[in-house]
């Protein structure tokens, strides 16, 4: 990296600091959330309270944990700037919302939210945190723009425990659906420019989702399971394998999803038609998708403009993969999974900050591949 790419990037910082600065009270604290930014993307062998003190010269980790714990700042506004600010340079009108969650393999029971519950992270049961996110993806980059962290009912069901970990009294149970249906709903509200939705089958099974972003004219690609039921156009319902396993072969079309790390990510793909009555100009469509060496199925209900191709949804479905990508980079280069707090407030806040730094790495990355100079810290 030249001297000038160094000089771009550190401008970058400084603007989006100075973006969601007003949303800090006082001065010390917005001071140290840049170099809280800065820290967690130093490179760092453990990202925590000393390692980030110590990176910014401080003698003890007090100041870094008052900033995730007490400082007065608003955690959910500059999670709003952060979701801005990635859309001012990678927002397009075909970008596509991905919801999402990851495991924080964690210890001890103290933790908010923690429980012996399935990481996808992990691919089993361990103890462990659950956030769910919500990633945007252009054809500009792709980032995380919301998060909240999981309960599970044990907590939810004992209100003393929940205040021991900071747990406002007003958060309440709340399926990952639900926190999904939420950040889809503030997506809306702010106008983010999305053609596409997409989601994994832990999510897009659910019809009241579906009808959701339905209600909303929200285009979607959300996978589902092999027995869930749909309408079919003749006003029957059949189970999406069935009628998959009906199509003849001339149905089905060899399309690359995008690229892979290992070239065009092809499969097979298929689709039927669902549902009699469609809203003008929109259609509704089971896809499936069968993999050419193992013949695996997976199966997606569609809805989007009636003209839609069936390789422009293959595209949408293989977006998925962007999420992935963002928790593994968030998690590798930005500290996502590196802290060591225990109360709710506390988690939203190194999270939070955590998605910004890496938004930061994701823009200042693209401005730096086309050569363009950081805009001006205002």
Request: with cysteine.
């Amino acid at each position: 990296m030249t001297a000038a790419d160094v000089d771009r990037w550190s401008a970058e910082l400084d603007r989006l600091h100075a973006r969601i600065g007003g949303r800090f009270t006082r001065c010390e604290p917005r001071r140290r959330a840049r170099q809280y930014l800065a820290g967690l993307v130093a490179g760092l062998d453990r990202t925590n309270g000393w390692t980030l003190a110590e990176q910014a010269g401080d003698v003890s980790p007090d100041g870094m944990q008052r900033l995730l714990r007490w400082a007065d700042w608003d955690i959910d506004a500059v999670r709003d700037d952060l979701r801005d600010y990635v859309l001012e340079h990678l927002g397009d009108p075909q970008g596509v919302l991905i919801i999402d969650d990851t495991g924080f393999l964690k210890k001890g029971v103290k933790s908010a939210g923690v429980a012996r519950q399935y990481s996808g992270t992990a691919g089993r049961i361990e103890n462990c945190q659950v956030g769910v996110f919500m990633a945007y993806r252009s054809s500009k980059g792709h980032a995380l723009i919301d998060r909240q962290l999981y309960l599970p009912a044990a907590w939810t069901d004992d209100r003393d425990r929940c205040r021991a970990a900071g747990i406002p009294d007003e958060v309440d149970l709340a399926t990952k659906v639900q926190m999904a249906r939420g950040m889809l709903a503030r997506a809306f509200t702010a106008g983010v420019p999305a053609g596409w939705v997409t989601m994994d089958e832990a999510y897009g099974q659910s019809k009241s989702l579906r009808v959701f972003m339905e209600e909303h004219d929200q285009a979607h690609v959300v996978a589902t399971r092999r027995n869930d039921d749909v309408i079919t156009t003749s006003m029957g319902s059949a189970r999406v394998d069935k009628l998959i396993a009906a199509l003849p072969g001339r149905a089905w079309s060899r399309i690359s999803c995008g690229p892979g790390a290992h070239g065009p990510r092809e499969y097979w793909w298929a689709r039927v038609p669902i549902r009699v009555f469609w809203r003008p100009g929109r259609g509704h469509w089971l896809l499936a998708r069968r993999n050419i060496s193992t013949g695996e199925l997976a199966y997606y209900i569609c809805y989007g403009p009636r003209k839609t191709r069936l390789m422009d949804l293959a595209r949408i479905a293989g977006t998925r993969w962007a999420v992935e990508e963002c928790f593994q980079q968030a998690k590798n280069t930005a500290g996502l999974d590196e802290y060591q707090v225990r109360d709710w407030r506390a988690w939203h806040a190194h999270i939070t900050l955590s998605m910004a730094a890496h938004a930061w790495l994701v823009v200042a990355k693209t401005l730096s591949s086309k050569g363009e100079p950081a805009p001006a810290t205002t």
